[in-house]
């Protein structure tokens, strides 16, 4: 069974200084992919960033990336020059070729301070 | 604007009651999904649909019911058989077999239970 985690319940951060976020995942599905949402005190889910199991390189988006080592099973996310809005939740997930389903982890608090 | 519509935002129902939540959205998503989030934890996969008339069983169905007789609606019934029903339950889609997958979530519906 597929299986994602997380390991930091909350993690503080100063303005401008970077983070990582860990997230390991157990699946014995060659395909997969792997995702990191960002969810606001608001509620609402926001996609930041998107790994695929056969992507030779690592994924960035702007102020984030994606730290994929494939033979220890983790992906984590680098936040840079983190701001105050980064405060939030941030979940890992997922999604295995075979099921469609996408399976998410306990998340991570982050807090940013000034 | 394109998006996920979930209503209502907060809901209130006594013990014994079956309650409906609805979830629209006009992105023509294939794929729609119900997950539900209960304090401090991930997002847990109730019940999700790949097209339409069918719909297929989460980690957690128990006590839950949907339906998918149109594309753009995949609503929740949270029924009396559902033993701790209060939790914070997001809707998402998602085009299906297309590439990354990404979810689209709805901003959230927050169910307690009196």
């Known amino acids: 069974a597929q299986k994602i985690t997380q390991t930091q319940p909350g993690m503080f951060v100063q303005e401008k200084e970077a983070v990582t976020l860990d997230c390991t995942y157990d699946?014995?599905?060659?395909?997969?992919?792997l995702f990191w949402y960002k969810q606001p005190s608001s509620g609402e889910m926001i996609f930041l960033i998107y790994?695929?199991?056969?992507?030779?390189q690592n994924a960035t988006e702007g102020r984030y990336s994606l730290n994929f080592q494939k033979a220890r099973k983790s992906a984590n996310l680098v936040i840079s020059a983190s701001q105050l809005g980064d405060s939030a939740m941030y979940f890992c997930a997922m999604r295995e070729e075979n099921t469609d389903k996408l399976i998410f982890g306990t998340g991570t608090r982050l807090q940013v301070f000034p | 604007d394109g998006g996920i519509t979930q209503s209502p935002k907060y809901l209130f129902r006594k013990e014994g009651q079956n309650v409906t939540l609805s979830c629209e959205q006009n992105l023509n998503h294939d794929a729609m999904y119900w997950y539900r989030q209960d304090p401090g934890q991930g997002l847990r996969l109730i019940y999700y649909s790949q097209i339409v008339n069918d719909f297929q069983k989460g980690d957690i169905a128990e006590g839950y019911s949907v339906s998918r007789e149109k594309k753009e609606s995949f609503p929740l019934t949270v029924t009396s058989a559902q033993k701790n029903p209060t939790a914070f339950y997001l809707c998402?889609?998602?085009?299906?077999?297309?590439?990354?997958?990404?979810?689209?979530f709805g901003a959230g519906s927050r169910l307690t239970v009196l």
């Open positions: 998402a889609s998602s085009p299906y077999r297309s590439g990354a997958n990404v979810l689209t």
């Open positions: 790994q695929g199991s056969y992507d030779q």
């Open positions: 699946t014995s599905d060659p395909s997969y992919g």
